[in-house]
Every structure is written in C-alpha cells, then in structure tokens.
C-alpha cells in the first residue's frame, strides 16, 4: 500500500458496515494503533494482522453510543486467531462485546 508511514488508524466510533477489511493488515509495519471499534462490523479477524508487527493497540469492541442511542456494534465471529500471539509488541487487546466462540488461545 500506499501508507507506508501510516502509525495510527482510529475509525472507532462511525458507523462504518461489513467485513473488517484483510488489507488493513497488509498497510504497514509501522502502525501502532488500530480503533475500529464501536462500528457496525461483522465477520472474522483477518489472518493478515498478523503481519501488523509494530502494533500496540488493537480495538475491535462492539457496543456503539451514536445519536443519543445504543445499537449493536461490532459482531465480529469464529474463533480469536491464534496468530495475534505473533505480534510482541501487542500491549492492548481489547475484543468485548462480539461473538467469538471456541476458547482465548493458550498462545496469547
């Protein structure tokens, strides 16, 4: 990609829809932060974050506050990749309010 510098991406608190884009794990080495929490969307935790080496902050919550109301968020599904065990600069994981099923890999 084109953001080579990019460190921090926060697009938490929209209303953004659909699949969490695997490209996101493709952008850079470089990204510290990714917030997309508290959005409208759904389906797995991409493979390709695994690729996210310098990354300390990653926020996939659910529940959203938009116009003076709660709606459901991020619904996120299948199981946490054991993959995020390969990030070592990994300080935050924050993952709440989604549906995940199986266990939280012993490797995290």
């Known amino acids: 990609g084109m953001l080579t510098l990019l460190t ?5 608190s929209n209303v953004l829809t659909g699949n969490l884009p695997s490209e996101l794990g493709l952008l850079t080495t470089m990204l510290e ?14 493979t390709e974050f695994s690729k996210l080496t310098a990354i300390r902050l990653l926020s996939l919550s659910g529940d959203a506050y938009y116009l003076d109301s ?4 991020n619904e996120f599904t299948g199981t946490i990749p054991t993959t ?25």
């Open 70 to 73: 709660w709606y459901q968020g």
């Open 84 to 108: 995020l065990a390969e990030l070592t600069k990994l300080t935050e994981l924050i993952l709440n309010k989604n549906q995940f099923t199986g266990t939280i890999p012993t490797e995290l």
């Open 33 to 46: 932060e990714l917030l997309v929490n508290e959005n409208a969307l759904v389906g797995t935790i991409p």
């Open 8 to 12: 921090y991406l926060h697009v938490g």
